[in-house]
């Protein structure tokens, strides 16, 4: 059966400080691969998503940016922080065939920015 | 552009009872609706997951349903229980080559023992 991990659960970075949450997914070949953001009081945002190794694509201009340098690895990143980052990150990924496939969500991440 | 809308934002009944959570979008040209479940602090939960062409799904104690034309989805819980609250969200997708997903806000169950 195919696993989603992400890590780390909690993370508190002061402002300026650069960030990086990885995701991993087993079980699975050539997955999708998404990073969304969910602000308190608001639905998820699709921040970034990715059908292959290398390839990235962004939905919303911002201080944060992805890399995939593994098939079923998906990592974000940040150079250096600001307030507004804070918020609780989700990776999820998908089968690649098809349109037709459930989203399946990691335990995500809860970044504070102080 | 796609919006979708949860209604109630927060529902709390006795144990036992059935409930029904509505979902609506506004552009009806989607492959599919999925429902989700989020406990606080936690990852989505995928509950169930209707395609474009299919009218309903169940899984246990959960009936989801989708009418396309009118642009709603519902999701029908039998017979409640605590361990049901959680915040409940739809998803609708659209697009091809990948999911492109707009999500409500969700529904905050909660479920009185």
């Known amino acids: 059966s195919q696993t989603i991990h992400q890590w780390p659960a909690t993370l508190v970075q002061p402002v300026g400080s650069p960030l990086s949450l990885e995701c991993t997914v087993e079980g699975t070949s050539n997955p999708n691969l998404y990073w969304y953001r969910q602000a308190a009081g608001r639905g998820l945002q699709l921040l970034f998503y990715?059908?292959?190794?290398?390839?990235i694509s962004s939905e919303v201009p911002q201080n944060l940016s992805a890399s995939r340098p593994q098939d079923r690895q998906f990592i974000l990143s940040s150079k250096k922080l600001l307030l507004s980052d804070s918020g609780f990150y989700l990776c999820a990924w998908s089968p690649g065939t098809g349109v037709f496939s459930p989203l399946h969500f990691g335990n995500g991440t809860r970044l504070t920015v102080t | 552009k796609q919006e979708v809308t949860q209604i109630p934002a927060a529902l709390s009944v006795p144990e036992g009872e059935n409930l029904v959570l509505n979902c609506s979008f506004t552009d009806s040209a989607i492959y599919n609706l999925q429902w989700f479940r989020q406990d606080p602090g936690k990852g989505l939960t995928s509950l169930l997951l209707i395609q474009s062409s299919q009218r309903e799904q169940t899984s246990g104690r959960l009936n989801a349903s989708l009418d396309k034309s009118s642009g709603r989805s519902t999701l029908y819980i039998a017979a409640s229980q605590p361990g049901d609250s959680a915040t409940y969200l739809c998803a609708v997708g659209q697009g091809g080559g990948y999911q492109k997903v707009t999500f409500g806000t969700g529904t905050k169950l909660q479920v009185i023992p």
């Open positions: 990715s059908v292959g190794i290398g390839q």
